[in-house]
T-cell receptor
Framework: DTEVTQTPKHLVMGMTNKKSLKCEQHMGHRAMYWYKQKAKKPPELMFVYSYEKLSINESVPSRFSPECPNSSLLNLHLHALQPEDSALYLC???????????????FGDGTRLSIL | RKEVEQDPGPFNVPEGATVAFNCTYSNSASQSFFWYRQDCRKEPKLLMSVYSSGNEDGRFTAQLNRASQYISLLIRDSKLSDSATYLCVVKPGSARQLTFGSGTQLTVLP
């Protein structure tokens, strides 16, 4: 029943593969986020898009490449990932411009990524 | 010192019990406060925002104490379905992103 939808739900890929994670929201939110979450840890912020522009990159390795084609969509392109990149990848959105908003973030149900 | 600290638990309580979680934050300029719950292998879901005057939503009550820099969540009449990890989330200040506590694990036992 989440209003932020992510695909695929599960992804298994080798270290040489290229794949993309997709996120979509139709709540009219102008800020979108990618998080990485390891087991029994809180989500860690990776990227923030505000009004379709990348506003924050939390020193994420270049093997992760975000893209925001329009205000409703957010992609995360993956290439040459490492086994330690296996995690749950969460997309979130919030109403106003990221950083200025006091609005909560709403999360998608995540993509569980396993790197072989 | 971590920006947001929570007791990781686990808290194991019988059905019907009242349980309270506390969370402390280090940045006195923090502006917004939330409680999220996260079920095993699921995404975090907003449980409630925390307002200065305190707020209640059914069996859940959230309080904010700015002087002591902590927020609390009280769950009354615990249900089995309340079993989850509860994440304290703070917006440390203007133009800062949300900061998550490490979560408190709750198990409600039959």
């Amino acid at each position: 029943d989440t209003e932020v939808t992510q695909t695929p739900k599960h992804l298994v890929m080798g270290m040489t593969n290229k794949k993309s994670l997709k996120c979509e929201q139709h709540m009219g939110h102008r800020a979108m986020y990618w998080y990485k979450q390891k087991a029994k840890k809180p989500p860690e912020l990776m990227f923030v898009y505000s009004y379709e522009k990348l506003s924050i990159n939390e020193s994420v390795p270049s093997r992760f490449s975000p893209e925001c084609p329009n205000s409703s969509l957010l992609n995360l392109h993956l290439h040459a990932l490492q086994p330690e990149d296996s995690a749950l990848y969460l997309c979130a959105s919030s109403q106003d411009a990221a950083g200025l908003s006091n609005q909560p973030q709403h999360f998608g149900d995540g993509t569980r990524l396993s790197i072989l | 010192r971590k920006e947001v600290e929570q007791d990781p638990g686990p808290f194991n309580v019988p059905e019907g019990a009242t349980v309270a979680f506390n969370c402390t934050y280090s940045n006195s300029a923090s502006q917004s406060f939330f409680w999220y719950r996260q079920d095993c292998r699921k995404e975090p879901k907003l449980l409630m925002s925390v307002y200065s005057s305190g707020n209640e939503d059914g069996r859940f009550t959230a309080q904010l104490n700015r002087a002591s820099q902590y927020i609390s969540l009280l769950i009354r009449d615990s249900k089995l379905s309340d079993s989850a990890t509860y994440l304290c989330v703070v917006k440390p200040g203007s133009a800062r992103q949300l900061t998550f506590g490490s979560g408190t694990q709750l198990t409600v036992l039959p």
